[in-house]
C-alpha cells in the first residue's frame, strides 16, 4: 500500500478521518508537551509496510522542547498508542515509524522551516525497540 492514510479509531478513543488533523484532541506524554495526532500512514518501503504515526508538537524545536525531552515522548506514544493501535486492528509491520512535526506539513515533501523529529521502532515481543536510522 503506497501512502494509504488508515482510517480507524485509535486506542485512547481518538479517531482519525482522512486529510483532517486531530487538533481538540490532546494526548498526554512524559514531556507535557501538547501533542495531536495529525494522521496515521502504511508506507511502502523497500517493500515492507511501515506504518507511520505523524504527530503535530507545536512546541518542538525553537519553541521551546529540543529533542532529549521529546524522545521519551515518542518511546511511549510507540509503546501506548502504536502497539494498541496495531493489536486492535490486526496489523503487522516490521516498523512503527513515530514522528514529531511543529507543524502538519505534506508526507515526504521537504519543509525546512519545520522542525521534526522522527524514530523508528521494531515491534517486537509487545515492546517497541528503538531502531537506528
Known amino acids: 500500500m503506497n501512502d494509504l492514510i488508515a482510517t480507524a479509531v485509535i486506542a485512547a478513543n481518538l479517531t482519525l478521518v482522512p486529510g483532517t488533523a486531530m487538533a481538540e484532541t490532546m494526548i498526554t506524554v512524559p514531556s507535557g508537551q501538547p501533542l495531536t495526532l495529525g494522521e496515521v500512514l502504511i508506507d511502502d518501503t523497500q517493500g515492507e509496510d511501515w506504518i507511520r504515526f505523524r504527530f503535530i508538537a507545536s512546541e518542538i524545536g525553537d519553541a521551546g522542547v ?10 511511549f506514544l510507540c509503546q501506548h498508542l502504536a502497539l494498541p493501535y496495531l493489536a486492535e486492528y490486526g496489523l503487522t509491520s516490521p516498523r512503527i515509524i513515530i514522528s514529531l512535526s511543529s507543524r502538519m506539513v505534506e508526507f515526504g515533501k521537504s519543509t525546512p522551516d519545520v522542525t521534526q523529529y522522527f524514530e523508528a521502532y521494531r515491534p517486537e515481543n509487545n515492546t517497541c525497540i528503538w531502531e537506528a536510522f
Open 66 to 75: 529540543n529533542y532529549e525531552q521529546a524522545a521519551p515522548d515518542m518511546d
